[in-house]
């Protein structure tokens, strides 16, 4: 059975990422929710150690999908909300499996100090574009996946084997796919003119954090 929920997970992704190439709106929005659906059938099927707190963060992940399908700054801003809600949920997922004791103080510190340098020249060429009402909540937001990126590789750094790193370069997707959507929206010069590269940087990155989990 969780074999059938992977191809729908690929066979959805696949469509909507030919959507958002031709720009098609509304197949994309037929299509958008349905993703983490599968991706979340798929967990609860495969794992043999069932987490709450993962299935919690792949609902507010789906909450926030289906929230940033409406134009409008109320809806981006509820999306981003649940999005943040849900980088909660993927911290508490990975700091589960993390060894804080046996990590150098100094590698989290440069851990912690490259996803905030991201963030400031992520925004650094965003503020120009960006409404001043938006700025520091979406800083606030991508400094919150900046977080999850840590964890998740602080996780990946003191468990065996390759299920960290592959939950690690999917969160890391994830902030890729977060800050490639901020340009999308906002910036109206940026070579990034359809969600083709927000939204395939995403599933892949939800379903390497998945896989990684299971």
Known sequence: MET????????????????????DRKLRN?????????????YCLS?????????AALLFSW????????KGVKWFTAGGISFMVSHFFFILSYAKD?????????LMTLLAAAFTAASVIIF???????????????FLYLMINGAMNCFAWFRSLTISGRAGLITAVGALLFFISD????????NKNSRLKTHFLVMLTYSLG???IVLGLI
């Open 179 to 186: 800050c490639s959507l901020f340009f999308v929206r906002f």
């Open 98 to 106: 993390a060894d804080f004791v046996h990590l150098p103080v100094w």
């Open 30 to 42: 037929m299509t958008k929710p349905f993703i983490l659906l599968s991706l979340l059938a798929f």
């Open 47 to 55: 794992t043999d150690h069932f987490s709450w707190t993962v299935v």
């Open 63 to 70: 909450l926030g999908d289906v929230l940033l399908m409406p």
């Open 206 to 208: 939800e379903f390497l």
């Open 124 to 138: 650094y060429h965003l503020r120009p574009h960006l409404p001043k009402a938006l700025f520091y909540p979406m």
């Open 4 to 23: 059938l929920t992977i191809i729908i997970f690929f066979l959805v992704t696949g469509v909507h990422l030919y959507a958002s190439l031709k720009q």
